[in-house]
């Protein structure tokens, strides 16, 4: 069974430009998360859906992110304008469930997005 | 609030020694999970161990073993005989069920450096 998938697994922009990741979770799963890790930071959930909805984006540093989940097998975030400061790596996890659902929560990570924005 | 320590910055070992990695979390929430993850220099993250918070009993898996102590609210894994494909860093993450339900807070990360 494919684990989560994402692309590009590189992406080098420059400042002001548009940067669009993308994420396949595992089939069957319910809920995709977004991440961000830095070494500054750590890592940081940007924000998380369950069943296609956003539930909680309050990780989403500014107005200059946003992620949309169109259906069950993709989801994008999106930097418009990208700055220097967004270079991080960007992992995707999708998990069945939630802690203290009826179903395992363990999140499953993608091989990450490395962005360097110049 | 959630909260994670891994106080071990950076570990270095030689080969077939054993090495402990610790994780110190906080929490309100009598139902929550605990979880480590390693990521090798390649970058992945990669699921090691879940815990629940009702489950107290020590676990095994080959070289890997967990020490989980609600008294002292620690998560602490344990590497025996290491090798040097077990350089990487090793997260430990907090999910609470009611509280916080859905935002997994990270530590900070160990990095294991294991020579040869």
């Known amino acids: 069974d494919a684990g989560v998938i994402q692309s590009p697994r590189h992406e080098v922009t420059e400042m002001g430009q548009e940067v669009t990741l993308r994420c396949k979770p595992i089939?069957?799963?319910?809920?995709l998360f977004w991440y961000r890790q830095t070494m500054m930071r750590g890592l940081e959930l940007l924000i998380y859906?369950?069943?296609?909805?956003?539930?909680?984006d309050s990780g989403m540093p500014e107005d200059r992110f946003s992620a949309k989940m169109p259906n069950a097998s993709f989801s994008t975030l999106k930097i418009q304008p990208s700055e220097p400061r967004d270079s991080a790596v960007y992992f995707c996890?999708?998990?069945?469930?939630?802690?203290?659902?009826?179903?395992?929560?363990?999140?499953?990570f993608g091989p990450g997005t490395r962005l360097l924005v110049l | 609030a959630q909260k994670v320590t891994q106080a071990q910055t950076e570990i270095s070992v030689v080969e077939k020694e054993d090495v402990t990695l610790d994780c110190v979390y906080e929490?309100?929430?009598?139902?929550?999970?605990l979880f480590w993850y390693k990521q090798p220099p390649s970058g992945e993250l990669v699921f090691l161990i879940r815990?629940?918070?009702?489950?107290?009993q020590n676990e095994i898996s080959g070289r890997y073993s967990w020490n989980f102590q609600k008294s002292t609210s620690s998560f602490n894994f344990t590497i025996t005989a290491s090798q040097v494909v077990d350089s990487a860093v090793y997260f430990c993450?907090?999910?609470?069920?009611?509280?916080?339900?859905?935002?997994?807070?990270f530590g900070d990360g160990t990095t294991l450096t294991v020579k040869p």
């Open positions: 996890a999708s998990s069945l469930g939630l802690a203290g659902g009826p179903y395992q929560e363990t999140q499953y």
């Open positions: 089939s069957g799963h319910d809920y």
């Open positions: 859906f369950n069943n296609n909805v956003p539930i909680d």
């Open positions: 929490t309100r929430d009598t139902t929550y999970y």
């Open positions: 815990r629940n918070s009702f489950d107290e």
């Open positions: 993450a907090l999910s609470e069920a009611q509280t916080n339900a859905g935002k997994s807070t």
